[in-house]
């Protein structure tokens, strides 16, 4: 079945001790999503890729990286985790088409549980 | 400023009998409105969305521009449909169709 995978499902890291989580997607969906969500709280987008082009939230803190080589996989890196990254990290693929206007359902990942000591 | 508010973080309901999960939004311009649901350990998928005018699962929900609310229905409530449900919003002119999020709302039905 196509579908969004996520790994780890569950990460667990040092206060400061860089982390990546990874996603991968058999969809061939040109947009890939970062979302942050926080016990009881919304998901939050942290930044997507549409294609190679990254485009960051304002308000995503410098600490998150991103990076997608090729359309099957996108990564989050976490430079320096502190106490309040500790969150479930959902990511998400659509198809978008320029010009069109159209938003397409998102699908999404299983989520990385992100644990930070 | 762009933003989704359910109001009920948790909504009790018997087996039957009907039940609606509210949803506000406030946005500018002509915002497209979701419903996404995540049932018990399993990952957030798209349950219906505004222009599709459906009915997915028995539920539907009708987008009121006056009241700017998108309020999810369903006449007769089901065991199967506790879950956890979020309204969400892509704005027209936004990037590549990004989501804000509500809180979400905990259904739980009860035999």
């Known amino acids: 079945d196509a579908m969004v995978i996520q790994n780890p499902r569950y990460q667990v890291t040092q206060f400061g001790k860089p982390v990546t989580l990874s996603c991968s997607q058999t969809l061939n969906h040109n947009v890939m999503y970062w979302y942050q969500q926080k016990s009881s709280q919304a998901p939050k987008l942290l930044f997507h890729y549409y294609d190679k082009d990254f485009n960051n939230e304002a308000d995503t803190p410098d600490n998150f990286q991103s990076r997608r080589p090729n359309t099957s996989f996108c990564f989050l890196d976490i430079r320096s985790p502190g106490l309040g990254d500790a969150a479930m990290y959902l990511c998400?693929?659509?198809?978008?088409?320029?010009?069109?206007?159209?938003?397409?359902?998102?699908?999404f990942g299983p989520g990385t549980r992100l644990t930070v000591l | 400023a762009q933003r989704v508010t359910q109001p009920e973080k948790l909504l009790s309901v018997f087996k039957g009998a009907p039940v609606e999960l509210k949803c506000n939004y406030s946005y500018s311009g002509s915002p497209e409105l979701f419903w996404y649901v995540q049932y018990s350990r399993q990952r957030l998928q798209l349950l219906l969305r505004h222009i599709s005018r459906e009915s997915i699962k028995g539920f539907t929900a009708d987008l009121n521009k006056g009241e700017t609310s998108f309020h999810l229905k369903k006449p007769f409530a089901q065991e199967e449909d506790s879950a956890m449900y979020y309204c969400?919003?892509?704005?027209?002119?936004?990037?590549?169709?990004?989501?804000?999020f509500g809180k979400g709302t905990k259904l739980s039905v009860k035999p």
């Open positions: 998400a693929t659509s198809t978008w088409t320029s010009g069109r206007g159209t938003y397409n359902e998102q699908f």
């Open positions: 969400a919003l892509s704005g027209l002119g936004g990037s590549q169709g990004n989501l804000i």
